[in-house]
């Protein structure tokens, strides 16, 4: 009975941290459970490295069951109980994985059954499984040939965090993005059935990317097509990221999280049933199809708005079910997928995030993405900086100015952490809108906002916003409402890889005629310029920063920036010969390469544009006037600030002279994930390169190759 | 230590495990602590009534436990914010800890401790909150009852698999009269063209 000791015999620690919660985690299904949870027992997962007192190891753990599976083909013949010891072991490995490489723990963890159970009852890859997003997949990959891989995740040259079609054939669909996968599996599923094949498409999307309209497009256009498909639902109750704020827990943001919620609770319809069931009887034994349509119109009623939703749009609700009992899992998907004709299918099966690792289950943010960290203590090894992240900057700056302007209001779309806005969400909760996954209503709602005086920051992705592009210049800048966007994680994103790297937001915002496009190149900047966008009130604005920490400039005081005066760059060094005119975050490369070139005894003059819209004319003009080169370098894609600047140079005659112009963007490929310095090595894009680019516009070859060795 | 829980037969008693000490539910998981022995038969039945009220309940030693809702024992209102929920259960925490009772009234300042905890716990979590606070307009004091708690959950969780089970017949019924007819829709026609193809 040593184990049932509470904490309260150990004054020292605090009862809510006890760890003998271990115990649990025993099958919830018959009272039987309790007597046996007397003795001592370890608890049934990650029984591999988990030893009789519940520690981990950072040595690899061992997995003599995972050892033999290399392919899901050689999971076929495994009972249920081996299945289990595998996903056990698939769970130690994961964390094993994941401790060493930093990656999305928390929800590959709570779906080791699910996968498992997929892989054993489906036939990938010729059945498409396509998981949603992608970043729930490292059970997959491990399963389908790409264990001996783990370890390079997310590193250059290395697994995709998310699915990656060109990675591996088990992979149906690349991802990163949410709320994909229906789409895409409904297009799979038509195709399958022109070209006449057999084979099963399986979806799995979570909660979260349900919130995502595309997910109720695709399933209003599966029930009327009707085609045969199945859609998992992995439903663990956490919509946004991360899933707690600053000071904890938040519940799930929308009305479909209680809808699903209540459809977890079985217990009135299972009494009707028995009821009804009990009538049948009675009645007789031909009136079975009466009972079914009492059924399903009991199921109606009782269930509320939750199943019934999903069968409006004509797909066949199961569940909920246990997501972390194989047994039902096996039994569930066997019996679908033997089942002909069955048209869309959803599946709705509930699970933990993060399940089968105490830290991951009891942390606030259930170790949705993590650094590097020791699996025996739970604790992340992060590295300390002297500068904080522009994302945190961002979230000062505007609390500093909401708190003189209280029209001012932040909406983010579920990612209350990636932005910063949970800072601003402490400090003025009735200001800040969560709107779940769905960046195009936020665009909209923030235009809503705007036309009633209020003051939006729209806080989302570069990346992200790609999606709500529409609405941003059907919404906001045809009707020039004043809404200002935040673009985090802008330019080259490091290990997420191409799905969320920022590349194309100048290019697409500075086409739109009444958009303000800034950027700062560093963070005070950032102050300034989410100042002057509060300011601008007549007509949207955005500006762009990437991700990572300052530079180390001092910041303004109290936190509040001085808005700039719109259309105005400045210039940092003044030289000679070749102008580098920085955009951004670029800047700082350019004043790397300025010093770079000094060494070869030639001072260049850098100036950071600030405005790619408004342009500042004047500038340009005084750097042509007076320099044989200029230089554009941005961290986008082509199309961007380069482009509005030749486009300026083109009409007011600077071509015509002899100065030369020369842009440095993104090249026109996707950069695959990897460390930030790698991404831009491979971008050209360092300051080694800009340097080179200096002295072979000016003919001095040898000095170009002296600094790109 | 008993629950103040009254299903709804008077007649029936209460359960007491004076010896077990109980540790304390962690978290919004499902993973419990061990659970105490009972009383064969009379639990059970109580239990899968959904609905009873109730009010105090004194257990055989004659202690009265509280009645109420979990936020009259913490003291708080009923709109309390989480940082009032904290303060209210460090206070009371640290004043029903079983180290810094009078040696006289431990089994009572224990099971007062475990009350105030499970109130923590329900009112800290948001989403469990929620359901509290609902239960309580309807007029259900499931006060103190981490036992029925487990129990409806349970309850809930093997009622899942009647439920889905049922459903996976009903679809197996389904796909046998699916595709017939007229107005059939893309996929069934597709089906159906298939299925001559393979005879031919």
Known sequence: MALALPAFFFPSQKPSLLSSHWLGGADLHSYQHQYRLLKTRKKPCVGASLSERGEYHSQRPPTPLLDTINFPIHMKNLSIKELKQLADELRSDIIFHVSETGGHLGSSLGVVELTVALHHAFNAPQDKILWDVGHQSYPHKILTGRRDKMPTLRQKNGLSGFTKRSESEYDSFGAGHSSTSISAALGMAVGRDLKGRKNNVIAVIGDGAMTAGQAYEAMNNAGYLDSDMIVILNDNNQVSLPTANLDGPIPPVGALSSALSRLQSSRPLRELREVAKGVTKQIGGSMHELAAKVDEYARGMISGSGSTLFEELGLYYIGPVDGHNMDDLVTILKEVKSTKTTGPVFIHVVTEKGRGYPYAERAADKYHGVAKFDPASGKQFKSSTKTQSYTKYFAEALIAEAEVDKDIVAIHAAMGGGTGLNYFVRRFPARCFDVGIAEQHAVTFAAGLACEGLKPFCAIYSSFLQRAYDQVIHDVDLQKLPVRFAMDRAGLVGADGPTHCGSFDVTYMACLPNMVVMAPSDEAELFHMVATAAAIDDRPSCFRYPRGNGVGVPLPAGNKGVPLEVGKGRILIEGERVALLGYGAAVQACLAAASLVQQHGLKVTVADARFCKPLDRALVRSLVKSHEVLITVEEGSIGGFGSHVAQFMALDGLLDGTTKWRPMVLPDGYIDHGSPADQLEEAGLTPYHIAATVFSILGQTREALEIMS | ?200
């Not at chain 2, 469990?128 to 708690?149: P, Q």
């Not at chain 2, 389904?174 to 595709?179: A, E, L, Q």
């Not at chain 2, 107005?183 to 063209?193: E, F, K, T, Y």
Request: glycine share 8%; aromatic share 10%.
């Open chain 2, 1 to 200: 230590m008993s629950f103040g829980v009254v299903p709804g037969s008077s007649n029936q008693a209460l359960h007491v495990w004076p010896n077990h000490v109980p540790a304390t539910r962690i978290g919004g998981g499902y993973r419990w602590r061990v659970a105490p022995r009972r009383r064969e038969g009379s639990w059970s039945a109580g239990l899968s009534s959904s609905s009873f009220r109730t009010r105090a309940a004194v257990d055989e030693r004659g202690f009265v436990t509280a009645k109420g809702s979990f936020y009259e024992l913490l003291g708080i209102s009923e709109g309390g914010s989480y940082d009032e929920i904290k303060k209210a259960y460090k206070q009371l925490a640290r004043k029903y800890h079983p180290d810094v009772s009078p040696p006289d009234r431990t089994e009572e300042y224990t099971r007062r401790f475990i009350e105030v905890q499970e109130a923590y716990e329900t009112l800290s979590d948001p989403g469990r909150r929620a359901l509290y606070d609902r239960d309580l307009t309807r007029g259900l004091h499931l006060a103190f009852s981490t036992r029925k708690r487990f129990d409806e959950e349970l309850e809930d969780r093997s009622g899942w698999r009647d439920c889905w089970q049922d459903q996976i017949s009903e679809l197996k019924r389904r796909s046998m009269n699916k595709d017939v007819g007229e107005n059939l829709s893309w996929g069934a026609q597709m089906r159906r063209q298939r299925a001559e193809s393979s005879i031919e």
